[in-house]
């Protein structure tokens, strides 16, 4: 059974994620928009999608491009856990597993780092 929860709540876990994130690395975070939303239509079970150019693939080219998304999806996360602490940790994990992208670390490498 998913969990219960307001999408105010929701997404504040969202927002206390992103505070785990080192603040030397925070403040590299440039043109870059976190946002909540149900589901993926395309993929009704991904928790969440970076959509955009990584920063280590940036160039001179990149100014005045629109800001790169990070998407959580809400009724995916609610949906595979069984308590509010599981929907904390894989809202952290989420979060960070998408960030990650925009640093330009690929899926292959999360996995082994456990942020997969």
């Given at each position: ?32 928009v ?46 595979m ?7 904390v ?28």
């Amino acid at each position: 059974m998913p969990v219960l929860m307001t999408p105010d709540r929701f997404e504040e876990l969202v927002g206390d994620a992103l505070d785990l994130i080192p603040p030397q690395l925070a403040t590299a975070i440039d043109n870059v928009v976190v946002l909540v939303d149900d589901r993926n239509e395309d993929d009704p079970h991904l928790l969440g999608l970076y959509h955009g150019i990584a920063l280590t693939e940036r160039d001179s080219h990149y100014g005045g491009s629109l800001p790169d998304t990070i998407t959580i999806y809400r009724d995916a996360l609610l949906e595979m856990c069984s308590s509010e602490e599981e929907v904390v940790h894989e809202v952290a994990v989420t979060v960070i597993h998408e960030v990650a992208h925009y640093f330009g670390i690929e899926e292959d490498r999360l996995h082994e780092l456990g942020w997969g």
